[in-house]
């Protein structure tokens, strides 16, 4: 084991009426890959600001190298060589790469005048080591945001950082940006660096961490080496509980066509496609990013414009396209960003519940209170949502939390046809089995179920059939008995299965 790079060890943070850590720690050498897992809300994010200089600890020890510091600010955290990198990229897209790795530390010239010559040059070295063959005078807003991530890495080198902080790099990228990440991260390993690597994906830890910190209501509840664990006892630290079958299906006799749409067009998004939905059923689609499956099913809803096609709603062709008039008819669809996308944050729980069925309680500007709390009351606990009031904002809820209130949102509206688009993207595994279990009763009340995950295990767990699409393309469809990774992933390449 190589040198110890940082120890935090019984780290106190309390907030007015909450205490988020207790007793939290963590420990990391050099030349290692430390995953961080846990619950949503148990202090994962709390404890890396205050590595961060985000806000200083109430209490507990931080050793840098061996030496006890203490980290006030942003600033001190830096200057001990702690790099963090946020889940939301803190790049300015208006600026060029260069501009953005030394923002607030620009190079100046002999009339001191910012030199972007300069720091171009300068910056060269640093993109360099994360393998960015970019043009540092290039747009950061220009770039994907696997290279905005390499920016951000090479700005931490820039600041001579030892310790490396990842803050769920993975949950906006590609398969290959994902390959070129975990690339660079065994590259800076090899270079001695400390990378804290935090991950709700399983795989990500056995493939890529050199060992694992759990924590679990803001404790530390310990660390186990990568190659010593399996996922059940890592699932058992972070839950405290057991979670039985971690995808739930009871597989049903699909019933009667709900849905089926015929040769639907959307511009390169959606080409010639065809498919149909059951009673009943949990149709899975799987497919590389840039698959389209997200825009077919914007498509369908009215969303974003259909060139071309037929959509039947129980055997009758729909006339009037839109989503107003899909919604009336029965078809609900939970987007893939819930904040962006699906929910007010500032808003209140009971706001963003009932936002979709206003017609229910709102008559000639006549609120019915009554009704709006049943709504409200009604999708809290059918979904087992954690909170301690409706009336609390949305932005205070863990991340599995706020999923259950967007996909009670939709549900309100008593749907036929349910489209979920990636609903357990950046949730926990315990808010993923309760997600599992939710989507599965669905299914057994009747409701079609079109299931939209980028996840290989999740589809196969979960659907009775699979689409796979490829560039606005259907390319094959497969019953769950058929179901083989090799061949899932040949129909999502364009590789024939014939060879």
Request: charged share 25%.
């Amino acid at each position: 084991m190589q040198k110890e790079l940082l120890r935090m060890e019984n780290i106190v943070k309390t907030f007015p009426g909450v205490k988020a850590l207790n007793n939290a720690a963590i420990t990391v050498h050099a030349g290692e890959v430390m995953g961080f897992m846990g619950e949503n809300g148990a202090g994962k994010s709390t404890l890396m600001n205050v590595l961060g200089g985000v806000f200083p600890a109430d209490s507990g020890e931080i050793y840098i190298e061996g030496k006890k510091v203490e980290i006030n600010s942003i600033h001190e955290s830096q200057a001990l060589g702690v790099a963090f990198i946020h889940q939301e990229l803190a790049l300015e897209p208006y600026l060029t790469i260069a501009e953005n790795i030394f923002l607030g530390r620009e190079i100046k010239n002999s009339l001191g005048l910012v030199s972007k010559d300069k720091m171009a040059e300068a910056a060269k070295p640093f993109l360099e080591r994360v393998g960015l063959t970019v043009d540092p005078n290039e747009y950061v807003g220009r770039l994907s945001i696997g290279q905005q991530q390499m920016v951000e890495i090479a700005k931490s080198f820039s600041l001579n950082a030892k310790i490396l902080i990842l803050d769920e790099p993975t949950s906006s990228l590609s398969e290959k940006e994902v390959d070129v990440l975990f690339d660079t991260v065994r590259d800076l390993k090899k270079q001695g660096m400390g990378i804290i690597f935090i991950t709700h994906k399983m795989a990500e830890v056995f493939q890529l961490c050199d060992a694992v910190t759990i924590m679990r209501d803001g404790e530390f509840m310990g660390s186990r080496q990568s190659s010593e664990c399996t996922d059940s006892e890592l699932i058992s630290l972070m839950v405290g509980r057991d979670l039985g079958n971690y995808y739930v299906r009871t597989y049903n006799e699909p019933g009667k066509v709900m849905m089926e749409v015929k040769n639907i067009n959307a511009g390169k998004r959606a080409v010639d496609c065809s498919f149909q939905v059951r009673s009943g059923e949990i149709l899975g689609f799987y497919g590389l990013v840039g698959a389209g499956r997200s825009e077919l099913m914007k498509a369908i809803m009215g969303l974003d414009p259909m060139d071309s096609g037929e959509i039947f709603l129980n055997g009758e062709k729909i006339k009037e396209h839109n989503p107003m008039h899909m919604q009336k008819h029965g078809i609900a669809l939970v987007p893939e960003n819930r904040k962006t996308e699906g929910l007010l944050l500032n808003s209140s729980i009971k706001f963003n519940m009932t936002l979709a069925v206003l017609d229910k309680f709102i008559k000639k500007l006549v609120v019915n209170t009554k009704t709006e709390d049943e709504i409200t009351d009604d999708g809290i606990e059918k979904l087992h949502i954690k909170t301690p009031s409706s009336l609390v904002n949305c932005s205070t809820l863990s991340g599995g939390n706020q999923q259950k209130v967007l996909l009670a949102k939709w549900l309100a509206t008593n749907p036929k046809i349910l489209i979920l688009d990636e609903p357990t993207r950046g949730i926990d595994v315990g808010a993923k089995a309760e997600i599992y279990t939710i989507i599965n009763n669905l299914a057994k009340q009747g409701l079609a179920i079109i299931l939209i995950s980028s996840e290989m295990p999740e589809v196969m767990n979960m659907s009775d059939r699979m689409i796979i699409m490829r560039e606005g393309h259907i390319m094959g469809e497969l019953r769950h008995d058929e179901y083989e990774q090799e061949r899932i992933l040949k129909y999502a390449m364009g590789v024939s299965n014939n060879e």
